[in-house]
């Protein structure tokens, strides 16, 4: 079965999430109709929100980079960095409503997270990482870092001008009569 059967209301994704920020739900908030599509291991309703308006299109990046990504038959997640989790739910309402054997409910779970990770993937975000190198060489080109002994040479430079209008201002006290002391 098609997971989008399942988890989208129409043909694109709609999404909501709850007040709480620990479930994000099928369909409208109000409808009541909406599946448990996935929840969280962490309390951190700023996470799933975001996840949630990502996934509805609404924001083109969602940042924390994946770290593991588990399907199988008894689970199907998401670990992020952080160790921020989601994972996919619904499956009393697969098995017991859809009446889809424990095989072919993994299946829908585990072609949900995929999509979702190939969201993320996909994503301005994970475009940008993988052009990192070749934007780390265009800055450099353009900012033309100066070597290390130009930096060295302007530092002494400085230095220099320091020392010498520090001779100057001790030949003007000494001239005025003033006695310094040497360090």
Same mark, same amino acid.
């Given at each position: 079965?098609?997971?989008?059967?399942?988890? @989208?209301?129409? *043909?694109?994704?709609?999404?909501?999430?709850?007040?709480?920020? /620990?479930? /994000?739900?099928?369909?409208?908030?109000?409808?009541?109709?909406?599946? %448990?599509?996935?929840?969280?291991?962490?309390?951190?309703?700023?996470?799933?929100?975001?996840?949630?308006? @990502?996934?509805?299109?609404?924001?083109?990046?969602?940042?924390? &980079? /994946?770290?593991? #990504?588990?399907?199988?038959?008894?689970?199907?997640?998401?670990? @992020?960095?952080?160790? +921020?989790?989601?994972?996919?739910?619904g499956?009393?309402y !697969?098995?017991?409503?859809?009446? %889809?054997?424990? *095989? *072919?409910?993994?299946?829908?779970?585990?072609? +949900?997270?995929?999509? $979702? #990770?190939?969201? $993320?993937?996909?994503? +301005? @975000?994970?475009?940008? *990482?993988?052009? &990192?190198?070749?934007?780390?060489?265009? %800055?450099?080109?353009?900012?033309?870092? &100066?070597?290390? &002994?130009? $930096?060295?040479?302007?530092?002494?430079?400085?230095?220099?001008? /320091?020392?010498?209008? !520090?001779?100057?201002?001790?030949? #003007?006290?000494?001239?005025k009569? #003033?006695?310094?002391?040497?360090?």
């Open positions: 079965m098609d997971f989008k059967k399942i988890y @989208f209301k129409g *043909e694109s994704p709609k999404f909501h999430c709850d007040p709480y920020g /620990i479930y /994000i739900f099928t369909g409208e908030y109000a409808d009541g109709d909406g599946l %448990l599509a996935l929840d969280t291991n962490l309390d951190d309703g700023y996470m799933m929100q975001s996840l949630c308006n @990502f996934l509805n299109g609404e924001l083109n990046v969602f940042q924390p &980079r /994946i770290k593991e #990504v588990i399907l199988d038959n008894n689970d199907a997640a998401i670990v @992020f960095e952080g160790d +921020f989790e989601v994972r996919a739910r499956w009393g !697969l098995t017991g409503v859809k009446n %889809l054997s424990n *095989e *072919e409910a993994a299946q829908v779970q585990n072609d +949900f997270i995929n999509w $979702i #990770v190939d969201k $993320i993937k996909n994503s +301005f @975000f994970e475009q940008q *990482e993988e052009n &990192r190198d070749d934007i780390v060489a265009k %800055l450099d080109k353009i900012a033309k870092p &100066r070597p290390m &002994r130009s $930096i060295l040479k302007a530092q002494q430079r400085k230095n220099k001008s /320091i020392d010498g209008k !520090l001779r100057k201002l001790e030949e #003007v006290l000494k001239s009569g #003033v006695k310094l002391k040497k360090k």
